[in-house]
């Protein structure tokens, strides 16, 4: 059985794809979907930080918290799914093949950043380098890449670093199924930024202030 066709048994049996009705026709759906996509897992740790934090685990963390955040907070506004939900490897190719069959309304992914220069530090979003901004999913990814940076830097104070474009895989693959951002979520490799990561409140609050920058029309 071939990758792809594996990933769409696994995920109708868990039911992220929307249910059919008898006459073959997809169901309306009520509320937006989003795709989180925690980076790395598994053997590949990412960045790990001054104080041994690794990228892989934070970012799940964030995710994990973002899922708590919409279901208390939000009330189960937006239907939300984790390209992974434990420390896991997952390839790049898979996690965006994930996002072309759920088809969501929006993609985040989430990382941290590193630097030889330990004094960089603030937060970017990036989007696909050679999006089309005349497109829909390009100018809503363009939106919600200056929304979060506004956000986070007026919410939280965040030194933000802008919006920027880069050829990452996870969002060339998918921006022609949905908006997508990818979040640089400060410098592991700076000691400000890796011991205000390391709070567990700190965490909550992060994941609380993406979720509510969340402009999906």
């Known amino acids: 059985m071939g990758n792809l ?30 795709v989180i996509d925690p980076g790395h897992g598994g053997i590949d ?22 899922l708590k955040w919409n279901k208390t907070v939000l009330n189960n506004r937006y239907d939300i799914y984790l390209t992974r939900y ?26 941290g950043n590193h630097s030889v220069n330990p004094k960089a530090k603030g937060i970017e979003v990036f989007v ?10 390009g100018r809503q990814s363009v939106k919600m890449a200056n929304y979060i940076i506004k956000q986070l830097g007026e919410k939280l104070g965040y030194r933000t670093r802008g919006v920027k474009k880069e050829n990452f895989q996870v969002l060339r693959e998918t921006i022609n199924t949905c908006p997508a951002v ?22 909550n609050v992060l994941a609380l202030a993406i979720l509510m920058s969340i402009k999906i029309k």
Do not use: C
Not at 128 to 137: F, H, L, Q
């Open 5 to 34: 066709k594996r990933i769409w048994m696994v995920l109708f049996v868990v039911g992220i794809i929307p249910l059919y009705s008898a006459s073959g026709q997809q169901m309306q759906k009520v509320k937006k979907v989003i």
């Open 45 to 66: 740790s990412g960045a790990i930080g001054i104080n041994e934090l690794k990228e892989k685990d934070i970012v799940l963390e964030i995710a994990m918290e973002m």
């Open 128 to 137: 696909y380098n050679n999006i089309d901004t005349k497109s829909k999913n």
């Open 182 to 203: 990818l979040i640089e979520l400060g410098f592991l490799s700076n000691k400000d930024e890796v011991d205000y990561l390391k709070k567990e409140q700190n965490i």
């Open 86 to 111: 434990s420390d896991t490897l997952i390839s790049l190719s898979h996690r965006a093949k994930l996002v072309n069959i759920v088809q969501p309304d929006l993609l985040i992914s989430l990382h």
